[in-house]
């Protein structure tokens, strides 16, 4: 028998184990039995996983992607942000501040994170528009740091937009810290391995029609994790 035959048994019996099927015979293992036992059961999936990867890889286990770092802009940085007397989108700053970071090994900024901050500390909020979709528009507090809306011509006829004047830009790039401490507290378990809590956790939310972005919250990840965690456990297609 090959190596990999051999690779291809050892999934096999981890697959029928985790199903509860003794891997022997084909009979249905009872279900009192010690190998029914739930965390039993993940380990044996997580280790039928693991052997698929070896397999598809040629027998050897596939490197993991090496770990970007989490963005930072350095103080010494900042004085050479790119201020604009025009007033300018949020996306038009987040790229700005990325242009001062010549990192490949770090994580881009994202407008996510800011206007995430900006909405909790309610300088921003979300609207619904007469076409009924959801809007972020300044609130009076966020009038006086300098940011407003202003309307522009597309291909598709005119458009609201939101931008930033340039005492509104510093207040971004003043206060760039306290926005990516929000959102690390928020996401703190991102990339981390679910546990048997924080799924049974996800699913009581998840039944009780809790809005995503406070499962996120609550669960410390970002919306994409949950909805891919909630397609895994089959609770959501």
């Not at 909405?119 to 528009?129: N, P, R, V």
Request: glycine share 6%; aromatic share 6%.
């Amino acid at each position: 028998m090959t190596e990999q035959e051999t690779l291809q048994r050892a999934k096999m019996y981890m697959e029928n184990l985790a199903n509860g099927i003794n891997p022997i015979d084909g009979s249905m293992i009872p279900d009192e039995d010690i190998v029914n036992n739930v965390r039993l059961s993940r380990c044996f999936f997580y280790v039928a996983d693991v052997l698929g990867k070896v397999i598809e890889n040629g027998g050897v286990m596939p490197r993991s992607k090496e770990k970007k770092e989490p963005f930072a802009l350095p103080a010494g940085k900042r004085g050479d942000f790119a201020f604009s007397d025009e007033p300018l989108t949020i996306t038009e700053i987040v790229k700005r501040m990325n242009d001062l970071v010549a990192n490949e090994n770090m994580v881009k900024l994202t407008t996510s994170v800011m206007q995430e901050w900006l909405l909790c500390i309610e300088a921003l909020k979300t609207e619904t528009t007469t076409e009924g979709r959801s809007a972020k528009r300044p609130t009076n507090r966020g009038s006086m740091l300098g940011i407003c809306t202003e309307t522009r011509n597309g291909m598709n006829g005119p458009y609201c937009v939101v931008v930033y004047n340039r005492e509104a830009q510093q207040f971004l790039l003043d206060n760039i810290d306290a926005a990516l401490e929000m959102y690390r507290q928020k996401t703190e378990n991102q990339g981390q391995p679910w546990s048997p809590e924080q799924d049974q956790c996800l699913r009581e939310l998840h039944q009780k029609g809790v809005d995503m972005k406070e499962i996120a919250a609550t669960l410390k990840r970002n919306t994409g994790a949950i909805r891919a965690r909630l397609k895994k456990l089959g609770i959501i297609v």
